[in-house]
Every structure is written in C-alpha cells, then in structure tokens.
C-alpha cells in the first residue's frame, strides 16, 4: 500500500487529503491588465528516486521545498536559484524522534526565513529556521495543551514571524487521554529565537474532528475550516497580538458541498469544496471571498477546471493576483484582473501517470512548483518549476512578449503588444507577417483583434496578402488571382475586372457605349464600352443582316452584311439551302443545297395520245440530279402513233456528261393516252421522225 493511501484510511475524514499539502502566502499584489500569463517549464525538474517525492511543495523567493514524508521518516529538500538555475541546499531537513515513519514534510510551508513541516504520524510540526545559506536544526512546536506527539498535524501555513499549525485531531496512541484537549489552529510568533505559543483557534467550539484541518496565514489574518467541513472562520490579530474572530463562518453559495482546501493573500481568500462527492456527477470548484472594510464576502467569482474535475481544489496556493488549484489530472493557473479570474491558457501540468496521486503545487511571484509523486510503489517523485519571468521576448516564445520582467500574452489591441507584434484574432500577441503571406482581412476574426491591426510587416493587408504598399488606387489589387501578377505587389487590376465595385456603368449602357463597369488594365476605369460590344439588337430583313456595336470610343456603329446568294435566318446568314425559296431573287434555284443561277437537268416529255392521231408534245420535263452537268432545257414531244398506238417518247434535250438515255416510250392503251416525254419540241419532232420514215421507204422500193 502506497503512503498516501495508507494516509486516507488514518485522517479523521476523507476531506483532510487536501489539507496535508503546502501552503504558501504572500501580500497582495496590484490588479494587472487584462493580459495572459506566458508560463513555462524551466529546466528538467528535479527529481529524488523516491515515491513520495513530490508529495509536498512549497516556494518563497529564491528558495523551495520539495518533501518526501516516507524517506527516512520523512525528509525535506531545499534548493536554491542561482540565475536561472535551482541548486540543491545540501542534505535533506530531517528529524528524529524514534519513529519509523514520522511522515515530516506531509504538510509543509516556506517564507524566506522559515520552513515549517509537519510531521502526520508523529503527531508534531517542526520550524527550520534559515542563517544566510544554511538551514538550522528542527525546533519542535508545542503548546501548553499538549507535549510532543499528541496532535494529529494536518495542515502547517506561515506568514513573516508567524507559524500557524492545523490540529484537528489527538493522537491518542501518545497522548493521556484524561487531559483536556479540543481540536484547533495554533499560533506561534518568533520571539528571541524561539517560537512561542501565541493563540490557538477553535471559533468557539469545543468539538469537532475535522476542526482546522486545513489553515492558512497572510500577515495578521488567519483563517481555519469549521467542524463540518462545510464552513470557514476568519481572524484577525490585534496590535497587541490577540485574535479575535471576523464576523460570522463563512460558507461557499453550495453549503453542503465538502470543503477541499484553504488559500489565503492579503485580502483575499479562495475555498476549495467538492460538489456532489462520491457520485458520477462530482466536481470541484473555487469560491472567491474578499475583505471589504474588515468585512469578508462572497465575490460571486468561481474559477473551475476546463472539464469537471471531481479532484479539483485538493491543493490551492495563492499570491497576490495568481493561483494554481491542482487534482490528480492536473495544475490550473489563474490570473484575475479586473473583470475576475481567467485560466491561463491550458492546464500548466497534466499529470502523466496511469494511477495517478495527488499532485501538489505552490506559487509565489513569478515562480511555480508542482509535486508529481510516484504513480506506483518505487516509481521516483518529481518536481517541476515554471515561470513567467523574463529578460526579453525571447524568454516567452512565440507568442508571449517581455513585460517588464514578466512574460505576457493576451491583448485587445495591437498598442498592448510590445512594439514589432500585433494583437492577433485569438487574443495573443503575435509576430506579423511578410510581404505576400496571407493575412486574412484584417478585420476582427480575419485575423486581428481589432479592424486594421499591424499584422503585416509593411502595415498593409490587402486582398487578404501582406502588400508592399498601401495599393489604394482606383483599379489596383495586390492579388495574383485579380492582377495576373505576384501576390503581395501592388498591380492594376486585369481588363475588364472590377472586383471592389469602383467603376460604375455610364447612362443607359450598353446602348449608349459609354463605361461599361470595369477597370481598363491600366489603373482607370475604362470610359466607354469596350470595342465590339452590342449596343443594340441584331436584324435580319431577307438577304440582309445588320448588327449594332460599340466603337470602343462610345458611338454604336450599325453594320450590314448582305447574306445573297442566300437569305438571313435567326439573325445571322444562311449557308445552305433546300428548296429554292431558301435563294434570293438574284439566284433563284437550290441545286444540291446550293443557290445558284443554273437551271437543273430536264426528264423526257410524255408521249402522243394513241387513236392514229399523232399525240400530242409531252410536258416539258422536271429538275432531276444528274451526275453530269446540268441540262437547260425541256424534252422533246412524242411523235403521233399510229392508229390505237401510243406516241414514242420523246427525247431528254442537251443531255449531260452523264446518263445519256434519250428515250421513253408510251404505253398502248385502248383509247391510248400518251407515254411520258416531251412538250416545246413537239412539231419539230414529228417533221423530223416522219422525212426520216419517207427515206427508210424510197430505200426499200430500190
């Protein structure tokens, strides 16, 4: 079993966990800006191969503490800073009473002079007092109630010369039962070089096991937690060293909640309570009091973990306007200023162990410990130390800046920054960026707190890349994608853009041809309608179609163009026809998709009527393809049959190189009528076919 585990199953109440840890207090500081603390880890830590290392810690000045209560029967180390480095004092502060396992250091408290560390087991509390670099021998406190181990030590505070020393129980392994004995705080003040017994604090109350299980000290007031675990007693010391109570206990806005732990500076005081404890809904919180007028009140003001956090408050420490609350998961650190407190970026430690203890924690200035005990038996302790002190800007990453010693980040405007930042959308100050970086808009969420904020170089965020210029002309961008050009150089925007809206349309454009709206790649808005731009509808009358244009110097020009051998159709020319009413007048024919002045080939003529009676000419002939070129003229007539024949056909006139057929004949028909063929030739046929029969005849009769 682990030393802390053993421990819980020892205290009067589960509660007192959080009492058994340092406690650190310091004068109230002034209400700083509404900055962000930068803190940081410095060095590797320090580190004893110890479990219970860590288990306590606490800070003052140039100096800390770092206990390991199983070592040795307990044992308290102290180191130094030398610059910027913590230096080991020599051996640890141990005592030795005789007892196995004295538990010294579980709790402990440090001011510049003073170590105090109590000793849980033991039932003691112990007082080192420091002479230049060397630590002297352990003085041990007792009052004039009780003699050496009789008192159950749960939580140790001090304060300049005074000591303040928790004792909620007795322990009765050593103490004589028949004496009177109440839980209480006890006070020592230094006198001489000893510490003397000076009060002890009980609000009135003469039992109660869980009775100043955890105090603290600043000055002239102390305060102790009440016998519920519900409430807190304030005191105040008189002139003339006598303390007297504060008014009535003071309780968290959630009475019933289990008080955790007690954080005293100044005039301010934080109390630690879990809600709802032992169930899936636990969570810690920390309510803030403060004195106004030797009256103390609730502010209203809660600090709180990220998450809930059912360990939260298990140790508080608090100097002037910085606290740090831990659990076993982590160490918060918050900062107040005017507006109440605010956690300071993430947690400052998360604890990294699989099972892990309580983590302990102490503040004072600009320095900060935190105790990792071992998560598993014979796993070494840890301490680690952060600060926000600095010396320059470097000291505080990339983020923070060096104010005057401190790091600090957190701005609402760029004149909270040091000078070469700017106060960034995410309330950080931050180094600006060069020429063509992007650079968002500048405005608040594009990348400033504040509209207009210096996060470029040249002080110019334009088209949302840094520019090398303020490119504030008419019809200029700093935007590749808008100029054509390199990002971050200030060009004229590209022809016919107009991206921000500058150039306005002239009156009744486009029909007008004055401006047309956009830049003319020149840094100007261009004064008329770009050359070729419509001014007016296009019309298209038969063969002729006429369009209407810009001139580019802001007349419409109305052109014509004649569309012959064809006509015009939706607005523009034809370039094919399929029948002759496609042509216009000057052509008049279609002849294979084509308008032109020749007529196509012609097909023979019918032929006579039959009755012995020449027919009559056949009708001139059609337009028909032909592979040749194209015959201009009908055909010819058939010639009169004989009688109740029908007429021969006539003759395709002025054939082609093509088809050369020349004939077509009748068909005999009773009461015949005439084949197919021939019209405008007809008479000149028949003389012909009849002198050639006459010829054939006289040849016969030879």
């Not at 103390?296 to 100097?319: C, I």
């Not at 500048?442 to 470029?456: D, F, H, L, R, S």
């Not at 100007?524 to 419509?534: H, L, W, Y």
């Not at 051998?565 to 042509?583: G, N």
């Amino acid at each position: 079993m682990g030393y802390l585990e053993g421990l819980v199953h020892r205290t009067p109440s589960s509660s007192l966990r959080a009492s058994l840890l340092c406690l650190t207090v310091f004068a109230t500081s002034a209400v700083r800006a509404e900055t962000t603390q930068v803190w940081s880890q410095r060095g590797p830590g320090l580190s004893e191969p110890f479990e219970s290392f860590g288990a306590s810690v606490a800070i003052s000045a140039a100096s800390l503490v770092v206990t390991s209560p199983v070592t040795q029967g307990g044992s308290a180390y102290v180191y130094q800073r030398v610059g910027s480095d913590w230096l080991s004092s020599g051996l640890p502060l141990t005592v030795n009473e005789g007892f196995q396992s004295t538990q010294l250091g579980l709790p402990c408290a440090l001011s510049e002079k003073y170590l105090v560390a109590g000793a849980h087991y033991a039932g003691s509390a112990y007082a080192f007092t420091r002479d230049g670099s060397k630590w002297g021998a352990a003085e041990s406190l007792s009052s004039a109630e009780g003699s050496l181990h009789d008192w159950w030590v749960t939580s140790v505070g001090v304060s300049g010369d005074t000591l303040i020393v928790g004792v909620p129980g007795r322990n009765f392994t050593y103490a004589d039962p028949n004496q009177s004995w109440t839980p209480g705080a006890h006070v020592f003040v230094r006198d001489g070089g000893s510490w003397l017994f000076q009060a002890k604090l009980t609000a009135g109350l003469t039992n109660g096991a869980n009775l100043a299980a955890t105090v603290a000290v600043s000055g002239d007031t102390a305060v102790i937690s009440g016998s519920t675990g519900h409430e807190v007693y304030a005191f105040k010391r008189s002139d003339i060293g006598q303390w007297a109570q504060q008014g009535a206990a003071l309780q968290p806005a959630e009475p019933e909640a289990n008080l955790r732990s007690l954080a005293l500076s100044g005039d301010t005081l934080l109390v630690a309570v879990q809600r709802a404890p032992n169930t899936s809904s636990a969570a810690g919180f920390a309510y803030e009091f403060v004195r106004v007028n030797g009256n103390w009140m609730q502010s209203g003001r809660v600090l709180a973990a990220p998450e809930p956090d059912p360990g939260f408050g298990t140790t508080m420490a608090l100097s002037g306007d910085t606290a740090l609350i831990a659990s076993r998961r982590a160490v918060y650190l918050f900062a107040r200023n005017d507006s109440g407190w605010r956690q300071q970026g993430s947690a400052l430690f998360a604890n990294p162990g699989s099972s892990p203890r309580d983590l302990s924690a102490a503040v004072d200035g600009q320095y900060a410990v935190v105790g990792v005990p071992g998560s598993s038996v014979g796993e070494a302790g840890a301490a680690y130390i952060f600060s926000d002190a600095c010396s320059t800007d470097i000291d505080c990453g990339s983020t923070g800046y060096c104010d005057a010693g401190t790091c600090r980040a957190g701005c609402s405007h760029d004149s909270e920054c040091p000078s070469g930042r700017y106060c960034a959308a995410d309330g950080l100050c931050r180094t600006p960026f060069g020429v063509a970086h992007a650079c968002g808009d500048a405005t608040v969420g594009g990348g400033c707190k504040e509209p207009g904020c210096a996060i470029c170089t040249t002080g110019h965020c334009v088209d949302a890349v840094c520019c090398d210029s303020a490119c504030d002309g008419t019809c200029e961008a700093c935007a590749a994608s808008l100029t054509g050009g390199e990002d971050g150089v200030c060009s004229p925007i590209a022809a016919d853009q107009d991206p921000e809206d500058e150039c306005a349309e002239g009156a009744d454009f486009p029909a007008s041809c004055l401006a047309d709206g956009s830049c003319d790649g020149k840094r100007a808005c261009r004064s008329f309608a770009k050359a070729g731009t419509s001014c007016g509808d296009t019309v298209c009358v038969n063969a002729q179609v006429t369009t209407s244009v810009c001139d580019g110097g802001g007349t419409c020009q109305h052109d014509s163009v004649l569309c012959a051998p064809y006509l015009c159709s939706s607005a523009a020319c034809s370039t094919s026809c399929k029948e002759d009413a496609d042509c216009d007048s000057s052509t008049g024919h279609c002849v294979n998709g084509k308008c032109t002045t020749e007529k196509p080939d012609g097909q023979a003529g019918a032929g006579g009527a039959a009755e012995g009676v020449a027919g009559s000419g056949g009708e001139g002939g059609s337009p028909v393809a032909d592979a040749g070129e194209a015959a201009i003229s009908a055909g010819t007539g058939g010639r009169a049959g004989n009688a109740n024949d029908a007429g021969l056909g006539g003759y395709a006139a002025n054939p082609g190189n093509g088809d050369t057929s020349s004939t077509a004949c009748g068909c005999r028909i009773a009461g015949g009528s005439a084949g197919v063929i021939g019209d405008r030739l007809l008479p000149l046929l028949g003389l012909l076919l009849l002198g050639a029969r006459r010829q054939q005849a006289r040849r016969r009769t030879r």
